[in-house]
């Protein structure tokens, strides 16, 4: 009974310096996140609590994340674009501007880590060409909406219906603005997580889709079936001459197949042309027994 007594006693003194053991290390990365990000003796007067993050839509981005949210004040913040602060009427509030900036820096460090780890072989050039394209607008408003971050930002009426309409810079500076939330509240390790395991794998696969020449294909299937040479057509040209956006529809036969936005000409009839196949490949599943037409 001694031995039963004494063995209890010792397991039991093994689990209480365990768990002291855990604190300790709890606190001491907590102190040194403080120290690597001086952000946080600010953080009060940087990033006000307002509230516009709903305990459901917070919920859900924890799932989404993968932890817990430590301080909501730095994503409600990420998720605020600029055209909904007259509405607020909050003072201190910012948009998400300035997170967009720390975030862009961060995803560029970490874009290049990741890089240079996964291809040892690569030259400087090759690199910097994969990063800038892995990093543009279009890469990651893609990875955004694979997250469904739309469905959090904070923004005037008109500014939705530009992004319901397919703009993709809201969601590119959300995305690096959320870079920069999970920063500064979980500190460098994690967000090296969400960028080089969550993100960039999308990325990538966007890139072989990019690579994709979508405009030969859909060439190809219109004389496969006896039509007419697809026509481009830019339908609307929006945004300041730095940051222009084109909208161009892809018709057959006087019918548009596809709409697509994008930063030049070129990319907008390639997403456009994507669409289109996208939505003869439908009509070819629906119309199996039938007969398909363009």
């Keep these: 009974m001694r031995l039963v007594s004494a063995g209890t006693m010792q397991l039991s003194a093994l689990r209480n310096f365990r768990s002291k053991l855990h604190a300790l290390l709890r606190r001491l990365r907590h102190t040194l996140c403080s120290e690597l990000s001086p952000i946080r003796k600010v953080a009060t007067q940087l990033f006000p609590s307002m509230e516009t993050l709903l305990p459901a839509q917070r919920r859900w981005l924890e799932e989404a994340l993968g932890f817990p949210i430590q ?13 909904a602060l007259p509405r607020l009427h909050r003072p ?20 290049a880590e990741y890089l240079f780890a996964q291809y040892p072989e690569l030259p400087e050039g090759e690199l910097t060409k994969r990063r800038t394209w892995l990093v543009n607008r279009h890469t990651l408003a893609v990875c955004a909406r694979r997250l469904s971050l739309e469905r959090l930002l904070t923004m005037s009426h008109s500014a939705r219906r530009a992004l319901e309409q397919g703009s993709d810079a809201f969601l590119a500076n959300a995305l690096e603005a959320l870079i920069a939330a999970v920063y500064l509240d979980q500190g ?11 993100l960039l794998p999308i990325a990538e696969q966007e890139q072989l889709l990019q690579d994709t020449n979508y405009k030969s294909l859909l060439l190809e299937y219109a004389q496969a079936h006896g039509e007419s040479i697809p026509q481009y057509r830019v339908l609307e040209e929006r945004g300041p001459d730095h940051a222009k956006e084109f909208v161009v529809g892809v018709y057959l036969k006087e019918q548009c197949l596809g709409i697509g936005i994008g930063r030049s000409k070129k ?13 003869l490949q439908n009509q070819s599943h629906e119309g199996v027994h039938g007969t398909t037409h363009l």
């Design 92 to 111: 201190g509030v910012r948009s998400n501007e300035r997170l967009e900036f720390l975030g862009d820096a961060l995803l560029g460090f970490l874009t």
């Design 267 to 279: 990319e907008a009839e390639q997403q456009a042309a994507c669409k289109a196949l996208q939505m």
């Design 71 to 83: 301080n909501p004040a730095y994503y409600e913040q990420a998720f605020l674009h600029r055209s």
């Design 188 to 198: 460098l390790a994690t967000a090296r997580r969400l960028v080089q395991e969550r």
